[in-house]
């Protein structure tokens, strides 16, 4: 295989060995899936970028994004890490833009970009497909046991499960307090059949209650079918969030900003911000943001 240079990153953070780290590999031209895919189980990392020229000249780059045992159509970590990335080295190239468009199976992703350093951005993208519910979840003390928690712990204010996607599908499981959060414990056995949907079975718990004042919600995010037990920050998650925020929350016409917080249990604090455009009473755009940190670059043999 012929050399190909990557670079890896701690992304929705600006501190480094915090965040959800990201490896970007910047020459994929050649690469079949099924070698993307060996290298993504090589980093085992939640998810892995394959960088491309784009399809369109006026775009910046196509990307393919891989956990370690499958190929996702969207993620958002993957996405604000890679447009800072590429908003880097842009910057150092004198080319600098503000906006950038990456191509990505699910569709064309617009990112805001800015450069806080050398190796220190923020990225914004408005999300390429609202977010819709699904199917029912599973029943309750189904939700609740592979969690390891009781019932009773599952629900707050009007806040009930639900099975939503913006490309990648999720059952939300709203907790009542941020020590019940805590203490998840996964009981995987009947994985399957209380997470849905049944080709995407990824877990999103949250609860109101947060570590950091100034934050909206508490997150954690569970996908052992995808080879990701536990994954420190998840943007096609709160990509799909936005949903859960219109019909429980129910904000009125207007722009509103939220900031969810995950990654703190497994010592990672990540921060993803959710903007949201409402008019009369639907959504009508959403972006997800974050910052992101280059930790190392190296090449493939």
Not at 139 to 147: C, D, R
Not at 189 to 214: E, F, H, K, M, V
Not at 269 to 287: F, H, K, M, N, W
């Amino acid at each position: 295989m012929m050399p190909r240079r990557f670079v890896t990153l701690d992304v929705f953070t600006t501190t480094r060995h915090a965040g959800n780290p990201l490896a970007v590999v910047l020459d994929s031209e050649g690469l079949d899936a099924a070698a993307m895919q060996a290298i993504a189980r090589e980093f085992n990392l939640s998810e892995t970028v394959f960088v491309s020229a784009p399809a369109a000249p006026a775009h910046r780059a196509a990307l393919r994004i891989f956990t370690p045992s499958r190929e996702l159509p969207f993620a958002g970590h993957p996405t604000v890490g890679t447009a800072v990335l590429l908003a880097l080295r842009d910057a150092a190239e004198g080319r600098a833009e503000d906006v950038i468009l990456l191509e990505e199976p699910v569709g064309l992703v617009p990112c805001a970009v800015s450069v806080a350093g050398p190796q220190v951005g923020h990225a914004i993208f408005t999300l390429p497909r609202l977010p819709q519910e699904l199917e029912p979840p599973a029943a309750l003390p189904l939700i609740a046991g592979v969690l390891g928690l009781d019932r009773r712990e599952i629900g707050f204010d009007r806040h009930v499960p639900s099975v939503v996607s913006a490309g990648v599908a999720f059952t939300f499981v709203p907790v009542s307090s941020l020590e019940a959060l805590e203490r998840v414990h996964l009981e995987t056995t009947l994985w399957s059949q209380a997470i849905r949907p049944a080709d995407q079975p990824n877990a999103y718990a949250y609860c109101r209650q947060t570590r950091d004042a100034g934050h909206d919600f508490h997150a954690r995010m569970f996908a052992p079918a995808m080879g990701v037990r536990e994954d420190p920050a998840t943007g096609s998650a709160v990509a799909a969030f936005a949903d859960v925020i219109m019909r429980f929350e129910k904000p009125g016409d207007g722009e509103h900003r939220f900031t969810i917080e995950q990654g703190y249990e497994m010592g990672r604090p990540s921060q993803i911000t959710l903007e949201l455009t409402v008019s009369a009473g639907a959504l009508v755009s959403a972006r997800i943001g974050g910052s992101a940190v280059m930790i190392s670059e190296g090449v493939l043999l």
